[in-house]
């Protein structure tokens, strides 16, 4: 009853007419920047906040919360129809969306990206308003150790997506994790691998990486593809939405571990929904009964990739209202923005603004929600009609967007520069068999992994061996081998009994 | 003339870059040379592998895979993002785009003129509506107000 009466009180507050607008408005804002690559939900929602000063601080959340929510869906738009992740989080969405797009199923792809968006939001929300006060206690259990073996098991997980050819596989995860450590090193600020270039000392923007390895390389092969090249357009094959609707209870079991990492990972600071994402695919891929088809448009990758990194929206924000410890960068614009209205994040936020804390977490649900009626009726309807595009008209169009988005990060031409050489990087890599996504984990897990290594040894003064001894340590290192060893034995068993039998 | 497999090229490629990245990443900090060569050093060992493979995979099958499926196009597409990436400094963000997306499409074989310029017609005013006058981010100097202006 405790947890039902504030989230009661706060429910006429959220339900007036200007809240109501504001989570419409910011739904379609976020669909539509979260579809654009280069523009993220940090950016779209730290460059709005200034015109939420004026207004009631429920009606700027609200309207924050669809921005947040509409984004996360938004990046799958282009990731399904183009293989240009809208946000860092959608980049495990391009494995399957993209070929399941070229099969003709782009409208199937979209339905099942929103429907998997929409329920990991609504999901996640209800995470936060049950979980949020005892989990928040579990992250302060999380030193750098804990953290170093939680990026450690990120990158196991990805040997397992590496499948046909191990060497390659590694090999693009030490290319990602050496393209993550250019610029600054995290600890001791030492200068390395930026040979002089300023722009470089603050690292590689992750949005100006992706953008130059998953648009430029699909624009290469097009155009070099000459039967495709000229008149080839593409079926949309949408299905009646309710007849996905109803395909539902099949992706039950997908959703639900992703749901799990979506939670785990959001409560843990720098932790981002990409990694989630990427966790969740990689369990569904393991689960399934036909792994060979992940990556060659299997619908439960693209439901594994959208519900995992929709189910740490409400849940990277359980640390931020709870602790003032943002789980994510969206989370510490969203903190801003509780600052600017003078909510102070903690316990006393609770306290002090119940309806305000509650009528936001009530909000992230609806706007999860809304998301259903307005990412299926508007934007992927509008945004799928862009596969009807002629190919050798689309190349350029992806190229200027991959430019415009590259700039807009920083609005640097060098980063757009860089970009083109990704794009060169990536063809490469596609040509000889180099799988592109442990490239991009390696730079989103690198930075995390390297500081909590080197902070661990230096709070190690003892020679404890502080790495290896703390239980939450010892459990994860359990899962690291669990995860890494099992796979091949069990795989290598089978063969044999495959072959004796 | 005998032609060299993809992954012996790839992997000497990358076992010559990172060990100059080995030799660069010996001259930093005692702390902050760690990680890169706990990255480097196995970055050499695999490129090594990768290449002796593929050259006993060219020995016992002959095969030697085209890299380039088209070079003529891929030429026509990598060199035309470079001169647009130049002329985004000189003409701008979007006389840049008006430039390049008619004449690419044109060069990759499309010559209906309608879709072409309705195309480019729409994806400039995307731009215009949403990261000019919604988001307001600085998109670099068009060419006109640069003449307008002096």
């Known amino acids: ?501 | 003339m005998k032609s060299i497999h993809n992954d012996v090229v790839l992997g000497t490629g990358v076992a010559v870059l990172a060990a100059l990245g080995i030799h660069r990443a010996l001259g930093f900090g005692a702390d902050a040379r760690v990680f890169p060569l706990l990255v480097l050093v196995p970055a050499v060992l695999l490129g090594l592998v990768i290449a002796v493979r593929g050259h006993l995979k060219q020995r016992r099958t002959g095969e030697t895979p085209d890299f380039f499926a088209s070079p003529g196009r891929f030429a026509l597409v990598a060199g035309g993002t470079a001169l647009a990436l130049i002329g985004l400094r000189y003409l701008g963000f979007l006389t840049t785009s008006a430039v390049t997306i008619p004449v690419l499409a044109v060069a990759l074989g499309y010559r209906r003129p309608l879709p072409i310029l309705a195309t480019t017609a729409g994806f400039l005013a995307m731009v215009y509506i949403v990261f000019i006058q919604i988001l307001s981010r600085p998109l670099p100097a068009e060419i006109w107000t640069r003449l307008g202006g002096s």
């Open chain 1, 1 to 501: 009853m405790d947890l039902f009466s504030p989230l009661l009180d706060a429910l006429p507050a959220v339900l007036t007419f200007p809240n109501l607008l504001a989570m419409v408005g910011g739904v379609l804002v976020g669909i539509v920047v979260g579809s654009l690559p280069g523009l993220t939900a940090t950016m779209s929602i730290a460059v709005l906040l200034p015109l939420t000063f004026t207004m009631d601080p429920l009606v700027a959340l609200g309207m924050m919360a669809g921005i947040y929510n509409g984004a996360m869906y938004g990046g799958a738009i282009p990731a399904i129809l183009l293989r240009i992740p809208g946000t860092p989080a959608a980049i495990v969405t391009t494995f399957d969306g993209y070929p399941l797009a070229q099969q003709g199923r782009a409208g199937y792809a979209l339905q099942i990206a929103l429907l998997s968006s929409a329920f990991g939001g609504m999901m996640s929300a209800i995470a936060m308003m049950v979980l949020a006060p005892p989990l928040s206690l579990v992250t302060l259990a999380f030193g750098p150790p804990e953290v170093f073996w939680v990026g450690i098991f990120g990158m196991a997980a990805v040997a397992v997506f590496l499948g046909e050819d191990l060497p390659k596989g590694l090999l693009s995860a030490l290319i990602g994790l050496f393209i993550g450590m250019i610029g600054l090193d995290p600890v001791m600020s030492t200068d390395r691998f930026t040979f002089g270039q300023l722009e470089l000392e603050s690292g590689i923007d992750i949005v100006v990486l992706m953008v130059g390895l998953y648009a430029i390389p699909p624009c290469l092969e097009m155009a070099e593809d000459t039967a495709r090249a000229v008149g080839a357009r593409i079926r949309l094959d949408f299905q009646p939405f309710l007849k996905t609707i109803r395909e539902i209870p099949r992706y039950f079991r997908i959703w639900s571990w992703a749901y799990f990492y979506g939670i785990f990972v959001g409560l843990l600071p720098g932790a981002s929904g990409s990694f989630v994402s990427f966790l969740a695919y990689e369990r569904a891929k393991r689960m399934s009964k036909d792994p060979e088809s992940f990556g060659k448009g299997n619908p439960e990758g693209i439901a594994a990739s959208e519900f995992g990194n929709n189910a740490d929206n409400a849940a990277a924000l359980i640390p931020t209202v709870t602790l003032g410890i943002p789980g994510s960068s969206v989370a510490a614009v969203i903190m801003g923005g509780l600052l600017v209205h003078g909510l102070q994040p903690g316990p006393d936020l609770f306290r002090n603004s119940a309806d305000i804390i509650y009528g936001f977490m009530i909000q992230m649900f609806l706007t999860s929600l809304i998301l259903i009626p307005l990412g299926g009726s508007f934007a992927t309807n509008l945004f799928a009609q862009v596969l009807r595009i002629p190919r050798p008209l689309l190349i350029p169009l992806i190229i200027c967007l991959s430019i415009v988005g590259a700039y807009c990060v920083q609005n640097s031409l060098f980063d757009v520069w860089l970009m083109f050489g990704f794009g060169l990087l990536g063809y490469v890599m596609s040509k000889t068999g180099l799988p592109l996504a442990p490239v991009a984990l390696g730079v989103i897990l690198g930075p995390l992994i390297e500081s909590n290594l080197r902070l661990s040894l230096l709070l190690d003064v003892r020679n404890e061996h502080i790495l290896f001894t703390r239980p939450i340590c010892m459990v994860l290192i359990a899962l690291l081998v669990l995860t890494t060893v099992l796979p091949p034995v069990w795989k290598h068993i089978r063969a044999r009994r495959a072959r004796a039998a």
